[in-house]
């Protein structure tokens, strides 16, 4: 039988796409008449396939898969029979066991496009990527037109990092980039990574059609990069405390470019930031949507004007809006766009000195603060994790002081540290509780060195001008390859990067050997 109308999924279970309505059609009907000639074996699997559909069309899934299970163990080369199984463990989130008889149908019917697209989708669900990649190339062999065997290949690929052969893939989707922004935004994340930044940051742009944002909060005009010194432009975050840091370099590049400039982020933030750009005015997350200054006759926008509603700290009305991930638009547009001042955040100077005096009641050792897992970060937990086991053998260098930075659930490892391995961390607590960045950043700004896995500490302390260690795990967000051990965002950034095929342990063995020749 062909499966090109039947692998799996309900559209539900799959919001990034909604096209991959190929998926699950209805559920196979029983037979009306069944032949009195088929041997036994066959007719056992033919009853049990059947008592399967029944239980499926009553909702009884767990059942319906014991009853298909059983059918394939008798007539295992039914392709039927496997794909009323796949569906139903799909349905039943038993990925593994779909994946396996999706397996069998791509032996037994290696022809059918749908059969491998389906079993790489499923990889790609269990985010096997590199599993993923050849099933979907395979599909899209097959079948060169099929948009979803496309998308989830180039995806697969960006995410294990092979950018170069996602671009042509990516291009083929973006004739309906419109009805696919996922892939656009795909498309952006690989010729960023790569380097290609112009075409990269208009690309990214697709972010707004492709996922949830505070880009939804503000009913405004967006701002186009124009200079207008009569404009009054608001700057909101979007991703979260490590992407603000990492993107704030370019709000004085913003501020130079309109009249006033209203900055949206996290509270905790605002008085650092305020510190650092004194020429930017921050507000509180607003609560209720702000309406453009925009008459109500504008073309260029359909809100009507409420001339009562005002910006929490701001008397002015705002005329336009930008999301802080469309700033390196219009001021990145190169690598010689970034600026090359080692900090562009300041410390407070009195708790800075506060912290110096009682880190230097420690002795003359070092000071480096580590963390294994980053927190405030859109990356994945794998690509903001390091396991604190291989932490153990670095910590157990006496010589330095070792400060933990880790807030979280992960503090709990600090407990294995000091305990079971017998090896002194220290720690103070009342820096590291969410809304005491000021604190945190006196202390950061006093240190000898931060070692850590991405997240928004690293990115404070290389903001700071404190020299930053970021331990990248392979596959690595696209942040972290525009260059090899560098980046622009943070010149007192180095990367000790795990390459494919290379394990983490083998990482933190060049990490501690380089430590150990630096002081």
Not at 191 to 196: D, I
Not at 410 to 420: A, N, T
Request: proline share 7%; hydrophobic share 40%; aromatic share 10%.
């Amino acid at each position: 039988m062909s499966l090109a109308k039947s692998p799996l999924l309900h559209n539900e279970l799959f919001h990034e796409a909604p096209s991959l309505g190929l998926l699950l059609d209805e559920p196979p009907q029983v037979p009306r008449h069944r032949p009195e000639h088929l041997p036994e074996q066959t007719h056992r699997a033919s009853l049990c396939f059947q008592e399967g559909v029944a239980l499926r069309n009553r909702n009884q899934k767990q059942e319906a898969a014991e009853c298909f299970a059983e059918a394939v163990v008798l007539a295992p080369t039914n392709t039927e029979y496997l794909l009323a199984l796949g569906q139903v463990e799909f349905e039943l989130d038993h990925l593994g066991e779909a994946a396996l008889c999706f397996e069998k149908l791509t032996r037994l019917e290696p022809k059918d496009a749908s059969a491998w697209l389906t079993l790489g989708f499923i990889k790609f669900r269990l985010e096997q990527f590199q599993e993923a990649i050849l099933p979907l190339s395979e599909a899209v062999y097959l079948d060169p037109a099929s948009a979803d065997a496309t998308y989830y290949l180039a995806e697969s690929l960006r995410i294990t990092q092979r950018y170069e052969e996602s671009i042509p893939l990516y291009q083929r989707l973006l004739p309906v980039g419109s009805q696919r922004p996922h892939g656009v935004y795909g498309y952006a994340l690989s010729l960023l990574a790569l380097g290609r930044l112009e075409e990269g940051w208009d690309a990214f742009e697709f972010r707004m059609a492709s996922k949830i944002g505070t880009w939804q909060q503000h009913n405004l005009l967006n701002w186009d990069g124009t200079p207008d010194p009569a404009k009054t432009v608001l700057a909101y975050s979007e991703e979260g405390m490590a992407a603000d840091i990492m993107y704030a370099s370019c709000l004085p590049d913003l501020a130079r470019s309109v009249g006033r400039c209203v900055v949206e982020c996290d509270e905790s933030l605002h008085t650092l930031f305020a510190r650092s750009f004194p020429e930017i005015t921050f507000s509180p997350l607003s609560t209720r949507p702000l309406i453009s200054s925009k008459g109500p006759d504008d073309p260029l926008f359909e809100t009507k004007y409420d001339p009562k509603v005002r910006h929490p700290l701001s008397e002015a009305e705002i005329d336009e809006q930008v999301a802080f991930g469309s700033l390196p638009r219009f001021f990145r547009g190169n690598l010689a766009a970034f600026p090359k001042n080692d900090a562009f955040l300041v410390a407070d100077p009195a708790i800075s000195a506060k912290w110096a005096d009682i880190l230097a009641q420690k002795g003359s050792r070092p000071k480096v603060g580590v963390l294994w897992q980053g927190t405030f970060t859109g990356e994945s937990d794998a690509q903001r994790t390091v396991p604190v086991d291989l932490f153990r053998t670095l910590l157990s260098r006496s010589r330095f002081d070792w400060i933990s930075l880790q807030q979280g659930s992960r503090q709990v490892d600090e407990r294995k540290i000091q305990f079971d391995w017998r090896l002194k961390i220290g720690k103070y607590p009342e820096v590291l509780q969410y809304g005491q960045i000021e604190e945190l950043a006196g202390l950061l700004s006093n240190l000898d060195l931060v070692i850590s896995p991405p997240g928004y500490i690293a990115n404070l302390a290389a903001a700071l001008g404190v020299e930053t260690w970021l331990i990248v795990p392979f596959p690595s967000d696209w942040r972290w390859t525009l260059q090899d051990e560098t980046t622009p965002w943070f010149p007192k950034m180095r990367f000790f990067k795990q390459h494919r095929d290379e394990s983490l342990q083998s990482v933190m063995v060049r990490l501690r050997e380089t430590v150990e020749g630096k002081f």
